[in-house]
């Protein structure tokens, strides 16, 4: 079984700071982990991806994000919001080996950015 | 990475009616998913589509109500039968990455009103 949890339903930053959205996940087997951005009346994104190796992973557009095993967490940052940010994000798990390969999203953080 | 594209982009249906929705992918894939997204809420995974089997329908979703059919390894219906206003959602479609990662592409969506 897995599950993702996102602490933040919304998040809201000023121009020019840094963004932290935060995602805890329960699987029973190794994890892939992903985040992806939905802008509005657009389909998702891929913004990056944790696949066993590096613990940070860098994606575009500036983020990155840190797996940690004894937190089970992957929160997502970037150090200084651009306008273009103004989002839905949403944080993904799906076990590297089984069968399936399904996805389940967390319940998604929508970010405002403000001049 | 593959591209995907879905037909019709947006439709607006009376109850009662069914709606098929087509989903294209530019290179050949083994597995396709179905996800439906209700309107402020996340993506929830509808069924599993291989080439040559039948769909593997998720808890709470029936093949009655969502008929699948992926012909080719290239492309895959689904159809939301006998609507209701609570079918109004966003349907996507995606594919999995042939790699290693379990990464999935998604198509653009279709946005679906029912009256």
């Known amino acids: 079984a897995q599950s993702v949890t996102q602490l933040d339903s919304h998040v809201s930053v000023s121009e020019g700071t840094p963004v932290l959205l935060r995602c805890n996940y329960s699987?029973?087997?190794?994890?892939?982990l992903f985040w992806y951005v939905q802008h509005p009346n657009k389909g998702l994104q891929l913004l990056l991806k944790y696949t066993s190796a590096a613990t940070l992973v860098k994606g575009i557009n500036g983020f990155e994000a840190e797996f940690k095993k004894s937190e089970t967490s992957f929160h997502l940052t970037k150090p200084s919001a651009h306008m273009s940010d103004a989002a839905e994000y949403f944080c993904?798990?799906?076990?590297?080996?089984?069968?399936?390969?399904?996805?389940?999203f967390g319940g998604g953080t929508r970010v405002l950015v403000k001049p | 990475s593959a591209v995907i594209s879905q037909k019709p982009s947006r439709d607006i249906c009376q109850r009662g009616t069914s709606l098929t929705i087509q989903c294209q992918v530019d290179?050949?894939?083994?597995?396709m998913f179905w996800y439906r997204q209700q309107p402020g809420q996340s993506l929830t995974l509808i069924a599993t589509?291989?080439?040559?089997?039948?769909?593997?329908?998720e808890s709470g979703f029936v093949i009655d109500k969502f008929p699948i059919s992926r012909p080719n390894l290239t492309f895959s219906t689904l159809t939301v039968s006998n609507m209701s206003p609570e079918d109004s959602s966003i349907y996507l479609c995606?594919?999995?990455?042939?790699?290693?990662?379990?990464?999935?592409?998604f198509g653009p969506g279709t946005r679906l009103t029912v009256l």
């Open positions: 699987s029973s087997y190794s994890p892939s």
């Open positions: 290179s050949q894939v083994t597995m």
């Open positions: 995606s594919v999995r990455d042939r790699g290693y990662d379990n990464e999935q592409f």
């Open positions: 589509a291989n080439q040559g089997s039948e769909a593997t329908y």
């Open positions: 993904v798990v799906s076990p590297i080996k089984a069968a399936g390969n399904k996805l389940t």
